[in-house]
């Protein structure tokens, strides 16, 4: 799995500049973020032996690599510190010493599951957004707010889902909308948790965006994996 995920990776860097790329999210590279997150039988150790294994090779096509999660000298290294530090006093752990302008850089990474997850409001103005995004972060959250395609979005990472819902998190946001702003609709990104469902009202999955045929368990008994 994880060679058949770097062959694409290699495809990636052949065909996208980065040069001729817009877009509102941060990013430093053409990959990006490559994260490995254990599932069922899975560990940690795992998740961090994929990560050596794909930093080794993407380092030896020149790409600068960077570790988050934990290191191998016992401490801990978040993706947003990654983002700060890059290059300004932060090292690649592989690759080039110096991001290439059309591949960039990317940050490969062992940590344990969260959600990606965004709330799409109209009436909002970007500086709206921003701030509302900036009031619900935590140690549980992480929000920023972007303006996409005519509308704003607070985008969510939700390292501690089952502590801090989508649905906890929908219900801060509406809090704090001002008069004449609300919520078009919420956006799942990629697959939850079967434990996130568990400590979600059934009742609010479809205004969430969450469902059955989009967790993790479900996809891999499509793709015949035994998760345990």
């Known amino acids: 799995m994880v060679d058949a995920a770097l062959s694409l990776a290699v495809t990636a860097i052949e065909l996208i500049d980065l040069r001729a790329h817009r877009g509102a999210h941060p990013r430093f590279g053409v990959l990006d973020v490559v994260p490995f997150t254990p599932v069922g039988h899975a560990?940690?150790?795992?998740?961090?032996?994929?990560?050596?294994?794909?930093?080794?090779?993407?380092?030896?096509?020149?790409?600068?690599?960077?570790?988050?999660?934990?290191?191998?000298?016992?401490?801990?290294?978040?993706?947003?510190?990654?983002?700060?530090?890059?290059?300004?006093?932060?090292?690649?752990d592989r690759g080039s010493a110096d991001p290439s302008p059309r591949v960039g850089a990317c940050a490969v990474g062992a940590r344990g599951p969260l959600v990606a997850w965004n709330v799409w409001l109209q009436g909002a103005t970007l500086a709206a957004t921003s701030a509302i995004a900036r009031s619900i972060r935590s140690d549980a959250v992480r929000a920023l707010g972007f303006e996409v395609a005519g509308a704003t979005q607070v985008s969510c990472n939700l390292l501690e889902p089952t502590r801090v819902t989508p649905k906890d998190v929908y219900l801060l946001v509406e809090q704090r909308l001002a008069d004449g702003a609300h919520v078009v609709r919420c956006e799942l990104v990629g697959?939850?948790?079967?434990?996130?469902?568990?400590?979600?009202?059934?009742?609010?999955?479809?205004?969430?965006?969450?469902?059955?045929?989009?967790?993790?368990?479900t996809s891999a008994a499509r793709i015949g994996l035994a998760l345990g």
């Open 43 to 92: 560990t940690m150790g795992d998740a961090i032996a994929a990560r050596e294994h794909t930093i080794e090779r993407l380092g030896a096509l020149g790409v600068p690599c960077f570790r988050y999660g934990p290191l191998p000298d016992g401490t801990v290294r978040s993706l947003p510190e990654v983002r700060r530090a890059a290059f300004k006093g932060l090292d690649p």
């Open 191 to 217: 697959l939850v948790g079967d434990d996130v469902l568990d400590a979600t009202p059934e009742s609010w999955w479809e205004r969430l965006d969450l469902s059955v045929d989009r967790t993790v368990g």
